[in-house]
């Protein structure tokens, strides 16, 4: 199973990004896919997620402001990140939990490797 992550870069606050992730493999089922990120010197942290079902969880300091969503067809998240603040300036990682076909009982978590999101203010 692979992860395939795209979209970060450098904006200016206020500004907006899109990111994408891209499950691929031998995928018998996913439960939820989400990202988190990670500040230099902090711990990584939940931004959004949203499972199999459309239902979403989002970080306070995001709400609001960024958007999950999902395309079931093509094992795809998104996340739209509007007005976004120098305090956003992470690297974002895609997660899903998932299960394969050679074990479809048991889900396990992945990631991607991560994005850079910069904001300059």
């Known amino acids: 199973v692979q992860l395939q992550a795209s979209g970060g870069g450098l904006v200016q606050a206020g500004g907006s990004l899109r990111l994408s992730c891209a499950a691929s493999g031998s995928i018998f089922r996913i439960n939820t896919m989400g990202w988190y990120r990670q500040a230099p010197g902090k711990q990584r942290e939940l931004v959004a997620v949203?499972?199999?079902?459309?239902?979403?969880n989002y970080a306070d300091s995001v709400k609001g402001r960024f958007t999950i969503s999902g395309d079931n067809g093509k094992s795809t998240v998104y996340l739209q990140m509007n007005s976004l603040k120098p305090e956003d300036t992470a690297v974002y990682y895609c997660?899903?939990?998932?299960?394969?076909?050679?074990?479809?009982?048991?889900?396990?978590?992945?990631w991607g490797e991560g994005t850079l999101v910069t904001v300059s203010s």
């Open positions: 949203i499972a199999s079902g459309g239902s979403t």
């Open positions: 997660n899903a939990n998932l299960s394969t076909w050679g074990t479809p009982l048991n889900a396990m978590d992945y």
